[in-house]
């Protein structure tokens, strides 16, 4: 739908009235990243949301990371536009399947990507994101066993990289980057032999994609595991006129394109959507502001055991 004239000013002028920051995740619709104070992934976003000084936190995003950021500040206010924007990935485990896991491995670290509940991160040692899961693994002592929940991709690409062997993955994952598949990646790369690629770690492609450099198709140091926001920086020293290749979910593509204008940047699988994260629409926004919901709460006895596992996460790979 057309955008009313005046939306972004409105969003603007009630966010300022309310002392309120808006914060969108790299796969939001390109207006409400546009309108947004601060866009990024998921860590830069946790990092924001904890040093704001604003009384309140609109997270146009999914509901884990309006949790994080609850977590992060319990006193401060935090709404989403729609509380039903879920997860897959942070729905493939339950605190309850988490706890029985920990009883199998006394003693083990438990590692939780941020795509987690509440309740999964209070059983947690240490969150991270795809930018910093390797620093995080690393920073556990080498003779501890690793717990690494709860996704089976990410959790293979940190495997390969610090060559951990008492590393355990749990077998979770994204529907929609798992959807990202190998026969995908390979058409593309056939199709543009030029062409640099850019995969998220979460992506039934990644290990394709090394293979793909391992079997000479592709240049080693054309293929590039990246977060979201690795993927920015990244674009801005991608080669003017080339092509890139980039696997993740579509939103991507409108800050890779606003970052590097003259590169052709084009999705491997264009009907990798997230439909939870498009739950956030303009019209949402606008309710949050005007109408202060959802507002996202977390019992306050989860929201202490987990807190000490995400402020970790933040501190780690600055
Ligand atoms: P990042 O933006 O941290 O790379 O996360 C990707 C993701 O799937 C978040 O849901
Ligand atoms: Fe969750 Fe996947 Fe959507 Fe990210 S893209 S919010 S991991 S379902």
């Known amino acids: ?8 000013e409105e969003v603007r002028a009630l966010a300022a009235q309310q002392d309120a920051v808006v914060l969108a995740h790299n796969y939001q619709l390109p207006e409400i990243q546009d309108v947004a104070h601060f866009t990024g992934d998921s860590l830069a976003l946790s990092r924001i949301a904890a040093e704001s000084t604003a009384s309140t936190i609109v997270f146009c995003g999914v509901h884990f990371m309006a949790e994080t950021a609850k977590i992060l500040s319990p006193d401060k206010t935090v709404l989403i536009p729609d509380a039903g924007a879920g997860c897959s990935l942070a729905d493939s485990i339950t605190a309850d399947q988490l706890r029985a896991w920990k009883a199998e491995h006394p003693g083990a670290v438990v590692v939780s990507y941020v795509n987690t509940t509440a309740a999964v991160k209070a059983e947690t040692d240490v969150c991270c994101t795809s930018s910093n899961a390797v ?23 940190v495997r390969r990289i610090t060559g951990r062997e008492n590393m355990h993955v749990w077998a979770g994952e994204c ?6 598949s190998g026969p995908a990646l390979t058409a593309q790369s056939e199709a ?3 062409a640099d690629l850019y995969v998220h770690p979460e992506c039934g492609c990644a290990t394709s994609a090394l293979y793909l450099a391992g079997a000479g198709a592709v240049p080693q140091e054309r293929v590039k595991i990246l977060s979201t926001g690795g993927m920015l920086d990244a674009a801005r020293t991608a080669t003017p006129g080339g092509t890139v290749l980039v696997a993740t979910e579509v939103g991507m593509l409108h800050q890779l394109r606003r970052a590097a204008p003259e590169v052709d940047f084009r999705a491997v699988n264009d009907r990798a959507s997230c439909h939870y994260m498009k739950m956030i629409t303009p019209a949402k926004l606008l309710r949050a502001l005007r109408e202060g919901r ?7 006895e989860l929201a202490e055991r987990g807190r000490a596992a995400v402020q970790r996460m933040i501190a780690i790979g600055q």
Not at 1 to 8: E, I, K, Y
Not at 175 to 180: K, M, P, R, T
Not at 294 to 300: A, I, L, N, Q, R
């Open 1 to 8: 739908p057309v955008l009313d004239a005046g939306w972004a």
């Open 135 to 157: 620093e995080v693994v690393e920073s556990v002592p080498a003779d501890r066993e690793v717990l690494f929940l709860p996704d089976q991709f990410l959790g293979a690409h």
């Open 175 to 180: 529907h929609v980057h798992a959807g990202i």
């Open 192 to 194: 543009h032999p030029g």
């Open 294 to 300: 959802d507002e996202v709460h977390v019992d306050p």
